[in-house]
């Protein structure tokens, strides 16, 4: 039958990819997705502001909702400093299976963690499973219409700190607009747009930043 998208990522990073090198393995997921077939990974314009901010925090703990195919989760642990606590969300078992793949090939498997589930179910789990008690960033890249409910989640469970960083892709396209608003209005956070286009397009599209403040 038919391969995947996922799959032919997969064999696109083995084929033009260094092994041990992320940035090879980055470069060769955006040419494959500029070239070959268009896939929802951040990208590398939205991928450099994430790169800012990831530097800019240089958090201890790290959380990132929809690893897909690892894209992300290359860039953000190629940042990290030894020691780091980096956790990956994935549902789809056939994502966490060619994520951890191309993890593994840009030799950064020692730096995160994939854990396969729902993050309504893993969230509440953050502590007893993995001993985290607040994440210093969280990147939300999964179903839109989990970013609200999860930002929820994440201040009933006691997962942020003061300052703790948010920052969530897509916030115009496919769009994020109850969490925008809840960020945007709530005096919790201090948020700000980082303007920029959708994936391998020229559609508008950006990054929010949100700081908690309680
Ligand atoms: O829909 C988008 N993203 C949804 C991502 C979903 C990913 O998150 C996982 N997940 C992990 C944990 C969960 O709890 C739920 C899902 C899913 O199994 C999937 O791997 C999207 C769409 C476009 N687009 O142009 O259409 C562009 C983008 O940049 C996007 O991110
Ligand atoms: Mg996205």
Same mark, same amino acid.
């Given at each position: $039958?038919?391969? $995947?998208?996922?799959?032919? @990522?997969?064999?696109?990073?083995?084929?033009?990819?260094?092994?041990?090198?992320?940035?090879?393995?980055?470069?060769?997921?955006? +040419?494959?997705?500029?070239?070959?077939?268009?896939? @929802?990974?951040?990208?590398?314009?939205?991928?450099?502001?994430? *790169?800012?901010?990831? $530097?800019?925090?240089?958090?201890?703990?790290?959380? &990132?909702?929809?690893?897909?195919?690892?894209?992300?989760?290359?860039?953000?642990?190629?940042?990290?400093?030894?020691?780091?606590?980096?956790?990956?969300?994935?549902?789809?078992?056939?994502?966490?299976?060619?994520?951890?793949?191309?993890?593994?090939?840009?030799?950064?498997? *020692?730096?995160?963690?994939?854990?396969?589930?729902?993050?309504? *179910?893993?969230?509440?789990? @953050?502590?007893?499973?993995?001993?985290?008690?607040?994440?210093?960033?969280i990147?939300?890249?999964h179903?839109?219409? %989990?970013?609200?409910?999860?930002?929820?989640?994440?201040e009933?469970?006691?997962?942020?700190?003061?300052?703790?960083?948010?920052?969530? *892709?897509?916030?115009?396209?496919?769009?994020?607009?109850e969490?925008?608003?809840?960020?945007?209005?709530?005096? %919790?956070?201090?948020?700000?747009? +980082?303007?920029?286009?959708?994936?391998? $397009?020229?559609? &508008?599209?950006?990054?929010?930043?949100?700081?908690?403040?309680?």
């Open positions: $039958t038919r391969s $995947t998208r996922p799959q032919r @990522m997969l064999k696109a990073v083995q084929k033009k990819a260094t092994k041990g090198d992320p940035e090879s393995v980055i470069s060769a997921i955006d +040419y494959f997705c500029k070239h070959s077939e268009w896939a @929802m990974n951040v990208g590398d314009e939205k991928g450099s502001i994430l *790169d800012s901010v990831v $530097t800019e925090v240089n958090p201890s703990t790290v959380l &990132e909702l929809g690893t897909y195919c690892g894209y992300s989760t290359v860039r953000i642990a190629r940042l990290l400093s030894p020691g780091t606590k980096f956790i990956t969300l994935e549902f789809n078992p056939a994502n966490v299976t060619i994520a951890r793949q191309i993890i593994a090939y840009a030799g950064l498997q *020692d730096k995160v963690t994939v854990v396969e589930g729902s993050s309504g *179910d893993l969230i509440p789990q @953050m502590k007893e499973r993995f001993g985290i008690t607040t994440f210093d960033f990147f939300l890249d179903w839109k219409d %989990r970013y609200l409910p999860d930002i929820k989640l994440f009933e469970c006691g997962l942020l700190r003061k300052g703790s960083v948010l920052l969530a *892709d897509n916030v115009i396209c496919p769009g994020a607009p969490y925008l608003e809840y960020v945007r209005n709530s005096p %919790r956070y201090e948020s700000r747009y +980082y303007p920029a286009h959708l994936e391998y $397009t020229k559609v &508008e599209d950006g990054l929010e930043k949100s700081v908690f403040l309680e």
